[in-house]
């Protein structure tokens, strides 16, 4: 149950855009830049970095929406439990690895971040934007899990619910939850 009477029966970061749309517009243009905005990075491998993140954070809602969106997303011959179980011995890039490493060094904390940890994300491919957006990605979805999880919001128990948000966030992104938690408060 909710901290805070949000007055909405939406799950997660939902219901927290439909009680404050005004925070819902930044929010979710950050994450439309971040996860689907032009990159070098596949938009399924951001979305793992951000699964990764909140995953390690214990945010259930956000690790299961955004494992639902990399999973909807991701390439033929990959298994996400395969990736998420160990992430080292999947059949992912040297890159990603390295970036992925990145994220949980963030995660734990900015500093944790070394310049062995960048070295070697370098070293596997990735370039000086990649480790950045890396660093962004993994240090805004700490504030998502934060917030999401400080107000204790709900995260729906099925999977189906999650699969089926992703089919909608692959075509529409992450924009059309602005309008909806707009029209709500009106």
């Known amino acids: 149950m909710p901290h805070i009477e949000l007055g909405n029966d939406q799950p997660g970061i939902r219901s927290l855009f439909f009680f404050c749309p005004e925070t819902a517009a930044p929010l979710s243009e950050l994450a439309e830049v971040l996860l689907r905005g032009p990159s070098t990075l596949e938009r399924w491998e951001r979305e793992l970095i951000a699964t990764h993140v909140s995953t390690l954070n214990e945010c259930r809602f956000c690790s299961s929406s955004h494992a639902a969106f990399t999973a909807a997303q991701l390439p033929d011959g990959l298994d996400l439990d395969v990736i998420r179980a160990d992430p080292g011995a999947s059949a992912i890039s040297d890159k990603l690895k390295a970036l992925l490493d990145i994220a949980a060094a963030v995660q734990r904390g900015g500093r944790q971040v070394t310049s062995e940890l960048v070295e070697r994300s370098r070293a596997a491919g990735a370039s000086d934007r990649e480790i950045h ?28 619910g ?21 029209a709500y408060s009106r």
């Open 162 to 182: 999650y699969a089926a948000g992703a089919e909608v966030l692959v075509v529409q992104g992450y924009l059309p939850l602005v309008e909806a938690a707009r």
């Open 133 to 160: 957006d890396t660093v962004l990605i993994a240090a805004a979805f700490c504030m998502y899990n934060r917030y999401v999880d400080g107000l204790a919001t709900v995260a729906p128990e099925d999977p189906a």
